[in-house]
T-cell receptor, first 116, second 110 residues
Framework: EPEVTQTPSHQVTQMGQEVILRCVPI?????FYWYRQILGQKVEFLVS????????KSEIFDDQFSVERPDGSNFTLKIRSTKLEDSAMYFCASSGGRGSYNSPLHFGNGTRLTVT | GNSVTQMEGPVTLSEEAFLTINCTYTATGYPSLFWYVQYPGEGLQLLLKATKADDKGSNKGFEATYRKETTSFHLEKGSVQVSDSAVYFC?????????FGPGTRLSVLP
């Protein structure tokens, strides 16, 4: 079964540095998402992406964050000038093959970001 | 806006006990409803779903029925196993926007 893959599985960075989290969504999916989860707590929505642009973003997703689909397969989340409170698990998800409606999200296994 | 509420955890059960995790939602229109499971150190996996009222989603012995009249989607399993220990998330979708509940941690003891 096709799956969403995320790299790296764990990223350690110093406060103030920039990080890029990478995701390869399921190939025929059209909708892409980033979520984060702090210390096994609530899953928080960050941003959704469709047709090469952001379709919705949360209050968390401020100017520090950006997303990009640089080619036909990758979907990246960039965090500029990381802060300690950015430490979390970041999950990529995709959904919505052509002709689908209310199709479920398929999640990657996440990238654990640790900011020191 | 749309929202999902789940029973507070953690829930601790003995093996073979009956499980219920309550979930209620608030939404406009007719959302689809989902249960996701997160095993330790892993991402979220779709457990089951229901797309319209009175639908029953089922998988791996888990069941949940979409109850529009009570705006609920409670998760049940007749006999839990140690391997069911995980965090369970109720979620809804109104099309392409998903909202997750806070999660309920289940621990099953042998």
């Amino acid at each position: 079964e096709p799956e969403v893959t995320q790299t790296p599985s764990h990223q350690v960075t110093q406060m103030g540095q920039e990080v890029i989290l990478r995701c390869v969504p399921i190939s025929n999916h059209l909708y892409f998402y980033w979520y984060r989860q702090i210390l096994g707590q609530k899953v928080e929505f960050l941003v959704s992406f469709y047709n090469n642009e952001i379709s919705e973003k949360s209050e968390i997703f401020d100017d520090q964050f950006s997303v990009e689909r640089p080619d036909g397969s990758n979907f990246t989340l960039k965090i500029r000038s990381t802060k300690l409170e950015d430490s979390a698990m970041y999950f990529c998800a995709s959904s919505g093959g052509r002709g689908s409606y209310n199709s479920p999200l398929h999640f990657g296994n996440g990238t654990r970001l640790t900011v020191t | 806006g749309n929202s999902v509420t789940q029973m507070e955890g953690p829930v601790t059960l003995s093996e073979e006990a009956f499980l219920t995790i309550n979930c209620t939602y608030t939404a406009t229109g007719y959302p689809s409803l989902f249960w996701y499971v997160q095993y330790p150190g892993e991402g979220l996996q779709l457990l089951l779903k229901a797309t319209k009222a009175d639908d029953k989603g089922s998988n791996k012995g888990f069941e949940a029925t979409y109850r529009k009249e009570t705006t609920s989607f409670h998760l049940e399993k007749g006999s839990v196993q140690v391997s069911d220990s995980a965090v369970y998330f109720c979620a809804l979708s109104d099309g392409q926007n998903f909202v997750f509940g806070p999660g309920t941690r289940l621990s099953v003891l042998p």
